[in-house]
């Protein structure tokens, strides 16, 4: 844990900056069949690279930096259409001090978001403290403690993960006796999308049996006799995510003058392009902004 006089003797976090701390800066370790494997990251940096920390200091506040500009129309209703702007300001200042957050994946490979290291004496690294811009955050994790043992009464136990009966996901760590709820927050408008995957029967047709001369055999009803299932034509190697469509799993405060008019378990559809994977808390998520959701699906 970093101290209040420690973080006294190093720059503040100041506007739009959060400041974190993490203890390496790549993700070199893999478990392969309970074995955990080192490697060498630097092949390969952006896709090492840790994208989350602690946090150790939050902006005194969130200025009028341009985050986001959008077009008044696609395609704008004359020929210098007029734009909107949106700001570091209009961000929900939600991240608290010991949050787990996490961010965009370049915050640490540039020298200039470096503060401070800490090393012991022999010289290895302790702990490095960065900052990252608010807007460049992307969801903050929490743990607070559960307020009544009776909040998890009648929820099937699986693994550190507590569900619902409804099937909602109620996450948990357990400590002893002890219960913390796990709250996954998006920031700066941004919600955690699962992809809409396509099922096997989506991704295989029919096939018929036919003669020699290659035409298709029908019953004395005149219809097509179809092959059993299991030798239907594959038309994709796997099952693959549906374009454009998902499930929300997490969303969090718009910007400020936007509405949040999607909640969590809808499906919908979104913005071409506006689809970024990123892994939270070991699941793999579509992070898209909320401006970025154009429908949802009944």
């Known amino acids: 844990m970093i101290h209040a006089t420690a973080i006294s003797m190093i720059q503040k976090a100041g506007d739009n900056n959060v400041i974190f701390k993490v203890d390496r800066l790549f ?49 704008p209703y004359h020929e210098r ?8 300001s209009d ?73 619902s009966e409804s099937g909602e996901t109620i996450f948990a760590q357990l400590d002893g006796d002890n219960i913390y709820r796990r709250e996954i927050i998006p920031i700066g408008s941004y919600a955690l999308i ?24 029908k019953d004395k009803f005149g219809k097509k006799i179809e092959k059993p299932r299991e030798k239907w034509l594959q038309i994709k190697q796997a099952p693959e995510a549906k374009h454009l469509l998902g499930f929300v799993e997490h969303i969090g ?16 559809y979104y913005r071409h392009n506006a689809d970024w994977v990123v892994n939270i808390e070991g699941e793999d998520y579509y992070m898209i902004r909320q401006r970025h959701i154009i429908a949802k699906k009944h």
Request: glycine fraction near 6%; hydrophobic fraction near 35%.
């Open 27 to 75: 993700t070199d370790k893999v478990k392969v069949k309970g074995k955990k494997l080192f490697f060498d990251p630097s092949f390969d940096p952006q896709r090492h690279t840790q994208t989350w920390g602690e946090v150790v200091q939050i902006p005194l506040k969130l200025t009028g930096l341009p985050i986001m500009q959008e077009d008044a129309g696609t395609p």
């Open 81 to 88: 259409g007029t734009y909107r702007y949106k700001f570091v």
């Open 91 to 163: 961000i929900e200042q939600e991240i608290k001090i010991g949050d787990k957050v996490y961010f965009h994946f370049n915050t640490m490979l540039s020298p200039n978001n470096q503060i401070k290291t800490d090393r012991s004496f022999t010289g290895s690294v302790k702990s490095m403290l960065f900052k990252v811009r608010y807007d460049q955050v992307l969801a903050a994790i929490r743990y607070t403690p559960a307020e009544k043992t009776m909040d998890v009464w009648n929820c099937t136990m699986r693994l550190h993960e507590l569900r």
């Open 194 to 217: 699962r992809p809409d995957m396509e099922s096997w029967d989506e991704i295989i047709v029919p096939t018929y049996f036919t003669s020699p001369e290659g035409k298709v055999l």
């Open 253 to 268: 405060s718009p910007l400020r003058g936007d509405k949040r008019q999607v909640n969590p378990g809808d499906h919908i």
